[in-house]
């Protein structure tokens, strides 16, 4: 069984492409402190590789990416710094 994860800050992104989608991310976790979860909204594709990478690159924990819809994705991201 998956542990729940509580979620302190929603971004919904739909609409937007790289690389707006990490970017505005990166600028909400900036506003957050460290071990907050923020959860991300996405409906591009190529964003559901590309944002956890880059999260990743700058040191913080991508907790999941999901597919929750057929062209709908939900990346969870842990603030580490």
Same mark, same amino acid.
């Given at each position: 069984m998956q542990e729940r994860i509580r979620v302190d800050r929603e971004l919904d992104i739909? *609409?937007?492409?790289?690389p707006f989608t990490f970017v505005k991310s990166?600028?909400?976790l900036?506003?957050?402190?460290? *071990?907050?979860v923020l959860r991300?909204?996405?409906?591009y594709?190529? /964003?559901?590789k590309n944002v956890p990478r /880059?999260?990743?690159?700058?040191?913080?924990?991508v907790v999941a990416?999901?597919?929750i819809g057929d062209n709908l994705?939900?990346?969870i991201i842990r603030k580490r710094k």
């Open positions: 739909r *609409g937007e492409v790289c990166k600028l909400a900036e506003n957050m402190k460290v *071990g907050e991300v909204l996405i409906d594709e190529p /964003s559901a /880059s999260m990743e690159d700058e040191g913080q924990e990416v999901n597919r994705w939900e990346i």
